[in-house]
């Protein structure tokens, strides 16, 4: 064979094995592209899945994928050569959907774990002297117990019934009237151990005064029971609505009932873009509807008994219905400031952070850019400030104003997974998933400025006998009832699409 019939037979073998490659290639790309599409189909899956986004926005995104992935078939078509470069688009495209899915899907996951709350846990504990020997329940067994039936007396012997059950025998008991003569016979030795709603032990120290002492828990029992919810009707985009805050004074399960040292209310009319933030002193010395039997105790009290005893408390107090709570811990306030980026707080007063709040540090009259630990620090002084109580609940309308600033600016596209992570497992709202997604939606849609306004309700300080301590003095906070009356004024002037001129811009 001629060496040009040589040459011609291996031309046409490469021609064929480039044939062969390049079809190869094209099939590599088509492939590449139909899991582009499929991946663009998850993530168009998961928007609507999460419905937090204006139709427009949807129409743009849609839009948006379409064009990518004509632009990545149009290359593996078209293409005389291998079309390297659209498969490496193809693949880049690919993996950022499949993660934007997974984080979408991850985001909707979230709100529906923290929305539709419905249940309150009651936690009540056996607790002995920190220096007595027994560390379990077992180890009790021939003590004598201090109970109290006055109170939450059906949970009390709930208690005493699974604690007979645990032992196998009748526990010996002696009762008292209140939770603070139980804290002073086992402090003077009266019994070894007491029964009670864990949730009164900062009460516990109170009555003990001067004679405080540690107790341990050696065991729990936890009582869970249903809050009605009756606000899944309110239409959040254009109904005016009311928001309960409360910040319980522990770190750890949300759901369980706390003393409230937070008691906000927020009112919302979605239509005017107004916001009225009211703080209620802790120590309020205000009626319990439905528990305290026309006795008045303090407002922070009324969260032992669940967030639907300290609703119902403010309702009364300011006629109002409120629509909706939102529980938040320690915890939970430093991993939202910290996921937002800090936030920039505006302080009335300079002053020195106490110990007691976990954290000493300056604060300067006017702006003050603060992480997690230093907000919480700053929302809890009382001791530092001028108008101790009084002035803490306005610092702690001052930080959930920068909180809103900050949320609604475009700084929480880059904290928007942190936050969201942060509030998993520490903020409990009974806002059901898709008030929430239509809030944030409509939010979305005209992006308007809205208007914050804070009001903080006064009062004189004094000493009386409360309902959940009725055995000892406390100091209390006698009501002003022109400063309430003045509040009540407002909200009304809220629902009623009034805008106030004095309020703050955050847009």
């Known amino acids: 064979m001629s060496q040009k019939k040589k040459g011609k037979n291996m031309k046409r073998k490469n021609m064929r094995s480039s044939g062969i490659a390049g079809k190869i290639s094209q099939k590599i790309g088509i492939g590449l592209c139909a899991i582009q599409m499929l991946a663009s189909c998850a993530f168009i899956i998961a928007l609507f899945m999460l419905n937090m986004l204006p139709f427009k926005y949807m129409g743009l995104i849609g839009m948006g994928l379409i064009l990518f992935l004509v632009i990545a078939l149009s290359t593996q078509l078209l293409s005389k050569k291998k079309g390297i470069g659209g498969k490496v688009f193809s693949v880049i495209i690919s993996i950022v959907l499949i993660f934007g899915s997974y984080y979408v899907f991850k985001t909707t996951g979230t709100v529906k774990s923290i929305s539709g709350g419905d249940t309150k846990v009651t936690e009540m504990v056996v607790a002995v002297k920190e220096s007595d020997p027994a560390e379990t329940l077992q180890d009790a067994a021939g003590y004598t117990f201090g109970v109290q039936y006055a109170m939450q007396g059906d949970d009390v012997r709930a208690a005493v019934d699974d604690i007979n059950q645990q032992l196998g025998a009748q526990i010996t008991t002696t009762e008292y009237t209140g939770v603070g003569e139980q804290a002073r016979a086992l402090h003077n030795g009266e019994v070894q151990a007491i029964v009670y709603n864990n949730a009164y032990s900062g009460m516990l120290q ?302």
Not at 330 to 343: I, K, N, R, Y
Not at 469 to 494: R, W
Request: contains cysteine; charged residues 20%; proline residues 2%.
């Open 206 to 507: 109170e009555a003990l005064g001067e004679d405080t002492e540690n107790f341990k828990v050696i065991y729990t029992y936890k009582i869970t029971t249903k809050v009605e919810n009756q606000a899944a009707q309110v239409e959040v985009k254009d109904e005016s609505f009311t928001v309960y805050i409360s910040g319980i004074d522990v770190y750890g399960a949300i759901e369980t009932n706390s003393r409230s040292d937070v008691n906000i209310l927020a009112v919302v009319n979605p239509v005017s873009h107004q916001i009225l933030l009211v703080t209620t002193p802790r120590d309020y010395y205000v009626e319990i509807p439905g528990i305290s039997g026309g006795q008045r105790d303090k407002l922070t009290h009324a969260g032992i008994y669940g967030v639907d005893a300290s609703m119902a408390t403010l309702e009364q107090l300011y006629d109002t219905d409120i629509d909706f709570y939102a529980r938040v811990n320690f915890t939970s306030l430093v991993e939202m400031v910290d996921a937002l980026g800090g936030v920039d707080v505006i302080s009335e007063q300079a002053f020195t952070t106490s110990e007691d709040t976990g954290l000493v540090m300056n604060v300067v009259q006017g702006e003050n850019h603060f992480n997690g630990q230093q907000a919480l620090a700053f929302a809890r002084e009382r001791q530092n400030v001028d108008g101790g109580d009084f002035q803490r609940g306005k610092d702690q309308q001052a930080v959930i104003t920068a909180m809103i600033k900050k949320a609604i600016s475009p700084a929480i596209l880059t904290g928007a997974n942190g936050l969201l992570n942060s509030v998993s497992g520490n903020v409990d709202t009974n806002m059901s998933q898709e008030q929430i997604q239509e809030l944030i939606k409509s939010q979305l849609a005209d992006g308007a400025a809205w208007n914050i306004k804070s009001l903080a309700a006064e009062g004189t300080g004094d000493e009386q006998y409360c309902y959940s301590m009725p055995d000892t003095l406390l100091y209390v906070t006698q009501p002003n009832e022109a400063s309430v009356a003045s509040i009540k004024q407002a909200i009304d002037a809220v629902e009623q699409g009034e805008v106030f001129s004095d309020s703050e811009v955050a847009q």
